[in-house]
């Protein structure tokens, strides 16, 4: 699979359909979700609440 950017189609179709409810995610936020989805590890729930929680601290 090819690596998503930051800048790449696919990741600014996530952040609009986000802003379309009111979602936003902060630069680093968007940057640690980039690294878990280029990483090829199974994204789950609970790896979705360990990530947030570890950038809450």
């Given at each position: 699979m090819k690596?998503?950017?930051l800048d790449s189609p696919e990741f600014?179709?996530?952040?609009?359909?986000?802003?379309?409810?009111n979602l936003y995610l902060s630069l680093s936020l968007q940057q640690k979700a980039l690294d878990i989805v280029n990483s090829g590890?199974?994204?789950t729930p609970t790896l979705i609440k360990e990530t947030l929680a570890q950038s809450v601290k």
């Open positions: 690596q998503i950017q600014n179709r996530v952040l609009k359909n986000m802003q379309l409810e590890v199974i994204i």
